[in-house]
């Protein structure tokens, strides 16, 4: 019989041993949890794993997902994006490097209004992406923007990654919503900073959109467009958010406004048909029945974890790092950002943040200001190879022209961005703290 701590080690090691052989994330969890688990205690641990499990389902605040993925889903499903895509870059098409400004705003506002990588990327893959090589557009730089333009949605509320960690580190959903703000908004700005000057020093890179075809749609029409198509989702962010950040709704309710809204909109714009409906409610089930089992399979984990005395393990080994408090983030940081390369955002929240949580807390750390660090650093989970889900995505819808490398080579410098951000936020907290304090939480 083995110590417990020395089982906690090797379900560790378990877990990643079965993820490196292809064995899906829930499964992994679970599966070592039972084994571990029954070796250290037998069958007392799991007792509680009814009750925890029942917890986590019985869960209001998780009617939030669904709500906000339906949201998402049925802007997307009703093809908006495609018109949303189409003025943003004849606004910004004819400075260089506009196009690719046009597909970061893009992102931002498909961020907050659908917040799913996957939709975001595949739309602007199969949209943009031939039209800016035509155009002269440097492959990898395209490539990169859209992918970078495309995680946005992590981090612009209402992003499902702060509804998670709200659960996780018991914080407001509210106060993560508007602490986001500012860090979403900075990326956003980064990126926009760096195509411009990209453009600026290298325009055969990023040639802007040819007078003549900018010319055939005129000024008055480009922004009766603008209103139809623009506004609606914007208004419909604005009240969904300014309603939880306000306190005047909760976020499941504001969540309910946000589907009810996104039907108003199709509506409003032509595009509503049963199928689209039957469609959009048939992905929303599957997303979110993948979050939830990966969320019940993950108590497993957890409560063998803690029952082993996996905690004191964390604690101790935070023990030998020098340099204090600011050590241990970075080195939580950086296990986060390795984690990045081979699982994705919602496996990493669920297994790193409850081992260093209740440590870093312990020395004080802000929490709120924590979940800034830890979701601008999840981002990267979709960007770096080899398993960076974004870079599959646009490969997935790519021209045959586009290689894996080009992609690869494109969102370097982006990883990088998101690094700089990263330390921006660490060193500046107001970034992320100033509107939650503003608004007097």
């Known amino acids: 019989?083995?110590?417990?701590?020395?089982?906690?080690?090797?379900?560790?090691?378990?877990?990643?041993?079965?993820?490196?052989?292809?064995?899906?994330?829930?499964?992994?969890?679970?599966?070592?949890?039972?084994?571990?688990?029954?070796?250290?205690?037998?069958?007392?641990?799991?007792?509680?794993?009814?009750?925890?499990?029942?917890?986590?389902?019985?869960?209001?605040?998780?009617?939030?997902?669904?709500?906000?993925?339906?949201?998402?889903?049925?802007?997307?499903?009703?093809?908006?994006?495609?018109?949303?895509?189409?003025?943003?870059?004849?606004?910004?098409?004819?400075?260089r490097g506009g196009m690719g400004v046009g597909i970061i705003l893009f992102g931002v506002l498909m961020g907050a209004t659908t917040g799913i990588v996957g939709a975001t990327i595949i739309t602007l893959g199969l949209l943009t992406l031939p039209t800016l090589i035509r155009r002269g557009y440097d492959k990898s730089i395209a490539c990169g923007a859209i992918c970078a333009s495309g995680t946005l949605g992590q981090i612009i509320p209402p992003s499902l990654i702060l509804i998670l960690l709200s659960d996780i580190m018991q914080l407001s959903v509210g106060t993560l919503f508007a602490a986001a703000v500012g860090p979403g908004l900075l990326l956003s700005g980064v990126y926009i900073v760096f195509l411009l000057v990209l453009g600026w020093l290298k325009p055969e890179l990023m040639p802007p959109i040819p007078q003549a075809e900018r010319d055939a749609v005129s000024r008055r029409e480009l922004w009766i467009r603008f209103w139809k198509v623009v506004v609606p989702p914007i208004m419909l962010v604005v009240s969904v958010l300014g309603s939880i950040v306000g306190g005047i709704a909760a976020p499941t309710e504001a969540a309910s406004m946000g589907a009810v809204g996104a039907i108003l909109i199709t509506v409003g714009a032509g595009r509503f048909k049963w199928q689209v409906l039957k469609d959009v409610a048939l992905e929303t089930a599957k997303i979110t029945a993948i979050m939830m089992f990966i969320l019940m399979m993950a108590q497993v984990f957890a409560l063998a974890f803690r029952g082993l005395h996996g905690e004191d393990l964390i604690v101790r080994m935070f023990e030998l790092l020098p340099g204090g408090v600011n050590s241990d983030i970075w080195f939580m940081m950086a296990l986060i950002f390795v984690l990045g390369f081979f699982i994705e955002w919602i496996e990493i929240s669920y297994i790193a943040v409850p081992l260093f949580l209740p440590v870093l807390i312990n020395q004080g750390v802000d929490p709120v200001w924590l979940a800034m660090l830890i979701t601008v650093n999840l981002q990267s989970s979709f960007l770096t190879p080899p398993f960076g889900w974004a870079l599959f995505y646009l490969k997935g819808v790519?021209?045959?022209?586009?290689?894996?490398?080009?992609?690869?080579?494109?969102?370097?410098?982006?990883?990088?961005?998101?690094?700089?951000?990263?330390?921006?936020?660490?060193?500046?907290?107001?970034?992320?703290?100033?509107?939650?304090?503003?608004?007097?939480?």
């Open 1 to 95: 019989m083995l110590e417990p701590q020395t089982y906690a080690v090797l379900m560790l090691i378990g877990f990643f041993v079965l993820l490196m052989i292809g064995i899906p994330v829930a499964v992994s969890l679970a599966t070592v949890g039972f084994v571990f688990g029954w070796l250290g205690f037998g069958d007392v641990l799991f007792n509680l794993l009814p009750a925890r499990i029942y917890g986590v389902v019985a869960g209001y605040q998780w009617m939030a997902i669904p709500l906000f993925v339906f949201m998402g889903v049925m802007l997307e499903k009703s093809r908006l994006a495609d018109d949303l895509l189409d003025v943003m870059g004849h606004i910004a098409g004819g400075v």
């Open 398 to 441: 790519a021209p045959p022209e586009v290689s894996i490398k080009d992609i690869y080579k494109g969102v370097v410098p982006f990883i990088a961005m998101q690094a700089l951000t990263l330390a921006l936020v660490f060193f500046y907290p107001q970034i992320a703290l100033w509107l939650p304090k503003a608004i007097g939480w």
